[in-house]
């Protein structure tokens, strides 16, 4: 989105082009990945949304997005240990080429039988 309007949509997964005129202008971009394969039943769709301003620049710039990563220790179906307590690594990345912007916050949510624990990392 542009100012609030559509500039586009891609069907390719993880791509897309779009032409973005030279006035600045406040884009958000979503993302949306899904996995329905029967024999994946644990996390099975991930969203991001990236909100920024951008305008014409002398040359190609990479645009400043952050992605939280986590790598827990899962099993080959993607499952944490079950009935005990599980603890993972979270960060905060940017995109390679970007300028860095600082991180605030950052809240983790998981949930369990439809039970939702929200809070920030200890």
């Known amino acids: 989105m542009r100012d609030g309007e559509p500039v586009g949509e891609s069907d390719i997964p993880a791509a897309g082009a779009f032409a973005a ?16 394969h029967p024999d994946w039943k644990l996390s099975t769709r991930a969203t ?17 997005l952050m992605a939280v990563r986590f790598v827990p220790e899962l ?12 603890m993972f690594p979270v960060r905060v990345v940017h995109q390679p080429g970007s300028t860095s912007a600082r ?18 990392p200890p």
């Not at 991001?48 to 400043?64: G, M």
């Open 21 to 36: 005129p030279p006035e600045a202008a406040t884009y958000r971009l979503d993302i949306e990945a899904a996995c329905d």
């Open 48 to 64: 991001s949304s990236w909100t920024f301003r951008s305008a014409q620049t002398a040359r190609s710039t990479a645009l400043p």
């Open 75 to 86: 099993d080959d179906l993607n499952r944490a240990p079950a009935a005990k307590p599980f």
């Open 103 to 120: 991180v605030t916050s950052l809240t983790v949510e998981a949930a369990t039988d439809g039970n939702v624990a929200a809070g920030p």
